[in-house]
């Protein structure tokens, strides 16, 4: 009796993988795709630049005045001949400059002068050489070019020192003496009397009228830091002081002053700090009575009711009769 022999049936899948040139291509179409879109943004990029520069450079250029009169001198003919008719006249001196050099004047004087130099050697044959004459400067007396072409020149004039401007200084007094009638002394910086009267001195060093100004002005200023001294107010007095001495930097009376309303102001401070540390004292004192006598009290309602002394203010309870 035969075995059957048993056969393997092959399984074949549903879905069959696919081949490697497909699997391939996918990857190639997206790596097209993905570069055809980079150069393109990089293309719209650059567009985009260059657009922006030539607007930029139109705008630039449409700010020149040239461009906006330009249609209008091409439309009308007068405006370009008017422009040449401009610039020709310029043109022409130069050029007529340039036709008349001073060597012809020259050169026609020396024919003159040869005919005596060939005519000094006549025993020479035809072959001899002929001798020039020696060229003679332009600047020689004799030669006719040289005085009428160059004429002489002018002696030097010496310029004389500009005299002072004397109106200017009469009015910078007049303008110094209404500031001084309106109070405007020192102040305010754009124009007082103190710098009116200096700028006549930068002028006029030693004018009289000025040097009188700044001498009443530290005058003004010492009298009324001496009030001020005297009702007691040494700050107000260093500030008329300060004044003054801007005007006289100098001035022993205004110096001296200040001394006096510097150590009038320090004895006010003094005399301030002493009062501030009776005051502390005063106050240091009353609190400390008080704190005794908050102890005292408190002392006292601690105490039995027997041991308290009578208040006799109290009219609360029984009627006494």
């Given at each position: 009796m035969k075995l059957a022999i048993p056969t393997a049936t092959p399984h074949f899948p549903d879905n069959p993988?696919?081949?490697?040139?497909?699997?391939?291509?996918?990857?190639?179409?997206?790596?097209?795709?993905?570069?055809?879109?980079?150069?393109?943004?990089?293309?719209?990029?650059?567009?985009?630049?260059?657009l922006a520069t030539c607007a930029i450079g139109l705008?630039?250029?449409w700010q020149i005045p040239i461009v906006h009169e330009l249609p209008q001198l091409l439309n009308s003919g007068e405006g370009v001949?008017?422009?040449?008719?401009?610039?020709?006249?310029?043109?022409?001196?130069?050029?007529?400059?340039?036709?008349?050099?001073?060597q012809p004047t020259t050169a026609s004087v020396a024919p003159a002068d040869s005919p005596p130099a060939t005519a000094a050697n006549p025993a020479d044959g035809p072959d001899a050489t002929p001798t020039t004459p020696d060229p003679q400067p332009d600047?020689?007396?004799?030669?006719p070019t040289a005085s009428t072409d160059t004429p002489a020149a002018p002696p030097v004039e010496e310029i004389a020192p500009p005299q002072t401007p004397q109106a200017e200084i009469e009015q910078l007094l007049a303008e110094a003496q209404q500031q001084m009638d309106?109070?405007?002394?020192?102040?305010?910086?754009?124009g007082n009397a103190l710098n009116t009267y200096r700028h006549v001195l930068e002028l006029q060093p030693e004018n009289?009228?000025?040097?009188?100004?700044?001498?009443?002005?530290?005058?003004?200023?010492?009298?009324?830091?001496?009030?001020?001294l005297r009702q007691g107010q040494p700050d107000e007095s260093l500030a008329y002081l300060g004044r003054g001495l801007r005007a006289a930097p100098n001035d022993q009376a205004l110096l001296n002053l200040r001394r006096e309303a510097q150590l009038a102001k320090q004895q006010v401070q003094e005399a301030q700090e002493e009062?501030?540390?009776?005051?502390?004292?005063?106050?240091?004192?009353?609190?400390?009575?008080?704190?005794?006598?908050?102890?005292?009290?408190?002392?006292?309602?601690?105490?039995?009711?027997?041991?308290?002394?009578p208040n006799y203010q109290n009219n609360s309870g029984f009627n006494q009769r």
């Open positions: 993988p696919t081949s490697d040139d497909e699997s391939e291509s996918e990857p190639i179409g997206a790596v097209l795709l993905s570069g055809f879109l980079r150069w393109l943004r990089h293309f719209a990029i650059y567009m985009g630049a260059v705008f630039f250029l001949s008017s422009l040449l008719a401009a610039a020709t006249p310029s043109s022409r001196p130069t050029a007529r400059l340039r036709d008349t050099p001073s600047d020689a007396p004799d030669s309106s109070r405007r002394i020192t102040a305010p910086a754009s009289p009228v000025a040097l009188a100004g700044i001498q009443r002005i530290a005058a003004y200023y010492q009298n009324a830091a001496e009030q001020s009062q501030a540390l009776l005051e502390e004292a005063r106050r240091q004192q009353a609190e400390r009575q008080q704190r005794e006598e908050l102890q005292r009290r408190e002392m006292e309602t601690q105490q039995p009711w027997w041991q308290q002394p």
